[in-house]
Nanobody, 117 residues
Framework: QVQPVESGGGLVQAGGSLRLSCVASGSIFTINTWGWYRQAPGKQRDMLATITSTGTTDYADSVKGRFAISRDNAKNTVYLVMNSLKPEDTAVYYC???????????WGQGTQVTVSS
């Protein structure tokens, strides 16, 4: 079992920045890929950024160049730095972990990000 816990959300003005953190506990060594997703009211949950155990990253076009995912293995933490935030970035942001051998997904409880215009 792996338990991701997100933090760092809040209210920010358009053009501002936030850094989200995802602290993981449990069998972290079993995880191959970490990711950040978001879900706005009435919309599906979308992938924003992923990072593999080897450090390979991938981004959705909507956040490429504005968001950056990173990990600190010593702290069992994955970060999402968000710059140039827009009102349309308002959503609940979720941390995701995918297990290596069976692709089982683990999700955090989410953290709210609200961008005011």
């Amino acid at each position: 079992q792996v338990q991701p816990v997100e933090s760092g959300g809040g209210l920010v003005q358009a053009g501002g920045s936030l850094r989200l953190s995802c602290v993981a506990s449990g069998s972290i060594f079993t995880i191959n890929t970490w990711g950040w997703y978001r879900q706005a009211p009435g919309k599906q949950r979308d992938m924003l950024a992923t990072i593999t155990s080897t450090g390979t990253t991938d981004y959705a076009d909507s956040v490429k160049g504005r968001f950056a995912i990173s990990r600190d293995n010593a702290k069992n933490t994955v970060y999402l730095v968000m710059n140039s935030l827009k009102p349309e970035d308002t959503a609940v942001y979720y941390c995701n972990a995918v297990q290596r051998w069976n692709s089982k997904n683990y999700w955090g409880q989410g953290t709210q990000v609200t961008v005011s215009s």
